[in-house]
């Protein structure tokens, strides 16, 4: 990765979004150390910080399913390149958790292969792996999430949004947002007190990790961008009259997916 990305980076670290906050100073780190000279799996090394040992991408032996490699061997090889940089923020922030979600993944490949198919257990692992959050929320909060009553949750409940906290989990939406456009999505945890860090959550969350939790995909679909503060745009409440963005429930449907349709993209807030 051009040393120039690597600016960017830090300068979007240090930008004031709110989703990066809990990043920034582990982030800020790694990327230093990566500006100095250092490969970047060398860099994420430092300090122990992670229950694997970062490799360079060549390490993965061909024909190896990833995550058995990185069960069996505790190695997570590294490509050069922001999504692979925020995956190993993440096994430091959230080592139990990201432990535990691999588990998931090489005990099914133990007991099923790999096929062309996942299975729902390793889909949900997958998916909260790449784009999940956790939310401490009131009650009424999640209760307008749950119907998707985006009007509800966004503009009618907004003061009740600082009695919330959201926690992005999910390093391909770090990565995502380092370019914010307002289709993007999380799926998110219902946390039972404030996350205050990965440090408390951490342990928790790995709990919740269990197959038997993922087979149900205990998590719904927030459009991060709506959340209030996320995006100075949602301001003005005609943000969400986007109902590509902001779909209604659909009749019969337990677990709606978000949103997957291309939209502008938004601006952090100064």
């Known amino acids: 990765m051009a040393a120039a990305r690597w600016h960017d980076a830090l300068s979007v670290l240090d930008s004031g979004a709110p989703w990066f906050e809990p990043w920034r100073t582990d982030g800020a780190r790694?990327?230093?150390?990566?500006?100095?000279?250092?490969?970047?799996?060398?860099?994420?090394?430092?300090?122990?910080?992670?229950?694997?040992?970062?490799?360079?991408a060549?390490?993965?032996p061909p024909g190896v399913p990833y995550e058995r490699h990185v069960f069996e061997a505790r190695s997570s090889p590294v490509r050069e390149g922001l999504h692979d940089f925020f995956n190993g923020?993440?096994?430091?922030?959230?080592?139990?958790?990201?432990?535990?979600l691999n588990a998931v993944h090489a005990g099914h490949i133990a007991a099923h292969?790999?096929?062309?198919?996942?299975?729902?257990?390793?889909d949900a692992a997958t998916l909260f792996d790449e784009n999940g959050a956790i939310l401490h929320a009131p009650a009424v909060l999640w209760e307008a999430l749950e119907a998707r009553?985006?009007?509800?949750?966004?503009?009618?409940?907004?003061?009740v949004w600082k009695e919330a906290r959201l926690t992005i989990v999910g390093h391909a939406l770090l990565e995502k947002l380092v370019r914010p456009r307002k289709n993007l999505t999380a799926h998110v945890w219902a946390a039972p007190a404030p996350a205050g860090g990965a440090n408390r959550a951490d342990p928790w969350l790995a709990s919740q990790l269990t197959p038997?939790?993922?087979?149900?995909?205990?998590?719904?679909?927030?459009?991060?961008?709506?959340?209030p503060g996320w995006a100075p745009q949602?301001?003005?409440?005609?943000f969400y009259d986007d109902a590509r963005v902001f779909?209604?429930?659909?009749?019969?449907e337990s677990r709606p997916s978000g949103p997957t349709t291309t939209s502008p993209p938004v601006h952090p807030p100064a």
């Open 58 to 60: 060549s390490a993965l």
């Open 149 to 159: 009553d985006w009007r509800r949750l966004f503009m009618e409940l907004r003061p």
């Open 113 to 122: 292969g790999t096929g062309a198919a996942r299975g729902p257990v390793r």
């Open 212 to 227: 038997e939790r993922l087979a149900v995909k205990p998590f719904m679909p927030l459009p991060v961008m709506g959340v």
């Open 89 to 100: 923020l993440a096994w430091r922030a959230w080592p139990l958790a990201k432990a535990r």
């Open 234 to 238: 949602n301001a003005d409440f005609s």
């Open 30 to 56: 790694v990327v230093a150390r990566v500006q100095g000279g250092a490969a970047l799996h060398d860099a994420l090394n430092d300090g122990g910080l992670a229950p694997v040992r970062f490799t360079p």
């Open 247 to 252: 779909r209604p429930a659909r009749q019969q």
